[in-house]
Structure formats: C-alpha cells, structure tokens
C-alpha cells in the first residue's frame, strides 16, 4: 500500500522560506514522476513542481527560480525548497506519486496522493 506523508508547511513572512518533505512508504521514488500540488481556498489544484530525476524536473511559471524540488531515492522522501515565499504562495501543498516517466503536472495523471500540508504565507 503506498502512503505518502508530507511534513513541513508553515505560517511565514512574506519573503520567507520553507523545506517541505514527503516520505513515501510502498513506493519507490527512484524510477516515476513525483510532484507537489497545492490548492487554494476557491481555487484549482495547480501542478507546482514535479521530478522523475535531477535532470527531469518541470515547474510551473509562477515558482520558477523560487522554488527546486528534489528527491533522496536512498531515503524514500521528496522535497521542496520554497524560497522569496508571496502571499500568493499559500495554499494546501499536496504530495503526489505515479507511474508517469517525464515530470507532468497534469494533477490527475498521478495515483498517489498524501494529505496535504498547509503553507500561509503573511504580507
């Protein structure tokens, strides 16, 4: 059965940073996509980031050179560094994993799904 357990959101000042992390349990991070998702109130689930490997990696426009995912594949966990955090940041940011081979952030091309953890972000 695989679970994943994000850990790390937050509240911080505008201009902040936050690691979030994702240990996953039943799946092996080495081979597909994983990705971080968030959703806020009113709003769409949007793709944030997503990586198959260091060199495969996929960000959306509005966290580009903000953010970096990354992944320890000894360690089963995958992370998001979240630099210069805007307000517009906040949202619930949500752990996924699949069976995909390129890094997509299309949210319902992913199987997995953890619980989520919260981001706000204050002005």
């Known amino acids: 059965q695989v679970q994943l357990v994000e850990s790390g959101g937050g509240s911080v000042q505008a201009g902040g940073s936050l690691r979030l992390s994702c240990a996953a349990s039943?799946?092996?991070?080495?081979?597909?996509?994983m990705g971080w998702f968030r959703q806020a109130p009113g709003k769409a689930r949007e793709g944030v980031a997503a990586i198959v490997s260091e060199s495969s990696t996929s960000y959306a426009d509005s966290v580009k050179g903000r953010f970096t995912i990354s992944k320890d594949n000894a360690k089963n966990t995958l992370y998001l560094q979240m630099n210069s955090l805007s307000p517009e940041d906040t949202a619930m940011y949500y752990c996924?994993?699949?069976?995909?081979?390129?890094?997509?952030?299309?949210?319902?091309?992913?199987?997995?799904w953890g619980q989520g953890t919260q981001v706000t972000v204050s002005s």
């Open positions: 996924a994993a699949g069976w995909l081979l390129s890094p997509r952030l299309w949210w319902n091309e992913y199987n997995y």
């Open positions: 039943g799946y092996t991070t080495n081979r597909y996509s």
